[in-house]
């Protein structure tokens, strides 16, 4: 197909696309129409974490879909006990409810806590979340973000979210009331432009967690099953919450997410939470694959010193151009770079064959497959160089 005969305006304008159209990919790269190639540090938005089409989904998804593809939500399915049971014992936690997206978690998430501020703490429901988190797109999950865009938008928003500075825990206690059930916040903000919880916060809110009687809620939708270097981005701080979720690495690029809970928390009644696909061995039997491939021996020391690649091969480009900071942990990286430069460059950057994510106008988000190697860092590096030199 010629470019100009695609329909580009039946699809709904809801983000900026180039008018290109991707046709294939492998590990971290990607093709287009013409068949142009792509280094791939934005994949899919931090989701394959194991790169593009790995061997062990592709595997996962024949075979489930000869075997069932969807038995119902009503009746168990062996993929999504297994994966269930393996986020059970790998998170400490106890009891999982599998969705389809990073949102739809959420949403459970804080149906949850309501509920069981319902049945054990007076009715309570505030939920204290912080300044420039992302939580998702459906109105509950905007409501609880705390980004200033999604303020005006789509009012009357959803009751109920106190905004308090991120890593902050002062602020977390001065916003306490009786009404207050749960703390939410990602250990890592994505979104807000890779901002990490110190540990001591975490710690923190945990000890307020348990002196005013809340649950701490961990969003680990883009931190969580590997991305931070560990399985749980909770773990860097050994706190570990009530309830958390997770989403985009668990599904390696397909549409899978997961609630998940300690049994004390756990007080839905039938009827209370569900959804057609949640749980569905299609997308179940390639979060087990995922689940295992991350666990299989020596993957996170490979995964830890190829990150630590990473954040040198920043550091460096940033002492050679003057430019800031470098952020993150595992395959979640920031790069500050100059005022304002960041479109410009993400914009240019397609245009050289990389992909990367600009969340802030003076940051760079890197978020490549966990199976990225040096040479593709190394080029990465010779991209991005003349781009920023020039900027
Ligand atoms: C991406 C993301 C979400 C939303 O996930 P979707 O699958 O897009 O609904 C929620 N929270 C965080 C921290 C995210 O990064």
Request: proline letters at 6%; aromatic letters at 8%.
């Amino acid at each position: 197909m010629t470019q100009s005969s695609y329909p580009f305006a039946a699809l709904m304008r809801v983000t900026p696309r180039p008018e290109r159209v991707f046709v294939r990919g492998e590990g971290s790269w990607l093709f287009d129409h013409e068949g142009r190639r792509y280094l791939d540090f934005i994949q899919g938005w931090a989701v394959n974490c194991l790169g593009h089409s790995p061997r062990v989904v592709v595997q996962a998804l024949a075979d489930q879909a000869r075997e069932l593809v969807n038995p119902s939500p009503a009746y168990f399915n062996a993929p999504a006990l297994a994966l269930a049971q393996c986020i059970t014992t790998s998170s400490g936690l106890d009891q999982v409810y599998f969705a389809n997206s990073g949102a739809e978690a959420n949403e459970g998430a804080i149906k949850l806590a309501r509920k069981w501020g319902q049945k054990h703490k007076d009715g309570a429901y505030e939920i204290i979340t912080t300044e420039n988190s992302f939580h998702g797109r459906t109105l509950a999950t905007m409501s609880a973000s705390g980004k200033k865009a999604f303020e005006p938008l789509f009012e009357p928003k959803v009751p109920g979210f106190i905004k308090v500075p991120y890593n902050d825990a002062a602020a977390v206690e001065a916003a306490i009331t009786p009404r207050t059930v749960a703390v939410m916040l990602e250990p890592i903000q994505g979104e807000g432009g890779v901002i990490e919880a110190r540990p001591e916060y975490l710690r923190q809110l945990a000890e307020l967690a348990q002196r005013h009687k809340l649950l701490l809620i961990f969003d680990e939708v883009q931190t969580g099953f590997g991305r931070t270097g560990q399985m749980y981005g909770f773990q860097q701080a050994g706190v570990r919450p009530d309830i958390m979720t997770l989403g985009k690495s668990i599904g390696a690029g397909v549409p899978l997410a997961a609630l998940v809970a300690s049994n004390d928390v756990c007080c839905f009644e039938f009827g209370d939470q569900g959804g057609t696909y949640g749980g569905n061995p299609l997308m179940t039997a390639v979060g087990l694959a995922v689940y295992r491939q991350l666990n299989a021996p020596g993957f996170f020391a490979e995964v830890n010193a190829v990150a630590d690649y990473l954040t040198q091969a920043l550091a460096g480009l940033s002492r050679e151009l003057g430019l800031g900071e470098v952020r993150g942990r595992g395959m979640l990286q920031a790069l500050v770079i100059k005022p304002d430069t960041a479109s410009k460059v993400a914009s240019q950057a397609f245009d050289a064959g990389v992909l990367i994510n600009a969340p802030r106008p003076d940051t760079l988000r890197l978020m490549p497959a966990l199976t990225v190697t040096r040479g593709e860092i190394d080029l990465l590096v010779e991209r991005l160089r003349p781009i920023l030199a020039a900027c």
